[in-house]
């Protein structure tokens, strides 16, 4: 069974530009999630969505934004971008909502603001 | 609001011996789960082992085992016989039992070095 997929692994941007990371969940996983990993910050939460509708989001502004297809696959959208986004964006699947499902993870999409 | 504290920055150990993590969180809830995920260089993050918060037993898989003291709120991970592959960083994370809006809390990481 493959595992989580993320594209593209690394993305070079500049400040000002917009920026669109995908992720494809196991397959008959239907909830993704999203984190973003910083040296500083550490791994934080971004958002999860289950059957195409956010369930829950963390504490980031309005410039980062998500969306799930019918078929699971996740989207993550950041507008504006500042020096600051620069991160490893982690996308995580699982077979359903609930805390006791278990989260796998995907190798992540390395962003770099220049 | 939930947190997750990992006081080791970094810890070493060598080949074949035994050495522990600690991991300590912060909780109003009764009912949640905590783990333990392995990142390596690769950065692809592992699920290493989970313990249901209800579960007094625990949890072990394989050379990976836990300490969790629920009154204490700590959660440590003892790896046994360590192998020069779980040179990592680890993080411990929470997660609450609701049903909805379960995202993984975690907490900083501890950077684990094997030596030969």
């Known amino acids: 069974k493959a595992g989580v997929t993320q594209t593209p692994r690394y993305l070079i941007k500049t400040r000002g530009q917009q920026v669109t990371l995908s992720c494809s969940p196991i397959?008959?996983?239907?909830?993704v999630s999203w984190y973003q990993q910083t040296p500083g910050q550490g791994l934080q939460f971004l958002f999860e969505y289950f059957s195409e509708t956010q369930r829950n989001k963390g504490n980031f502004p309005g410039r980062f934004s998500g969306r799930q297809f019918s078929n699971s696959r996740s989207e993550m959208n950041v507008s504006t971008l500042e020096l600051g986004d620069s991160a490893l964006y982690l996308c995580?699947?699982?077979?359903?909502?609930?805390?006791?499902?278990?989260?796998?993870f995907g190798d992540g999409t390395r962003l770099s603001i220049l | 609001a939930q947190t997750v504290t990992q006081s080791q920055p970094e810890m070493s150990v060598q080949e074949a011996e035994t050495v522990t993590l600690s991991c300590t969180y912060d909780t109003s809830e009764s009912d949640y789960y905590l783990f333990w995920y392995k990142q390596p260089p690769s950065r692809q993050m592992i699920l290493v082992i989970r313990?249901?918060?209800?579960?007094?037993q625990n949890a072990t898989e394989n050379r990976f085992s836990v300490n969790f003291q629920k009154a204490a709120k700590s959660f440590s991970l003892k790896i046994s016989d360590s192998q020069l592959g779980d040179a990592a960083m680890y993080f411990c994370a929470y997660r609450s039992a609701l049903w909805t809006g379960t995202a993984l809390i975690f907490g900083k990481g501890t950077t684990l070095s094997v030596s030969s």
């Open positions: 313990q249901e918060a209800y579960k007094q």
């Open positions: 995580a699947s699982s077979p359903g909502q609930g805390g006791n499902q278990p989260q796998h």
């Open positions: 397959s008959g996983h239907r909830s």
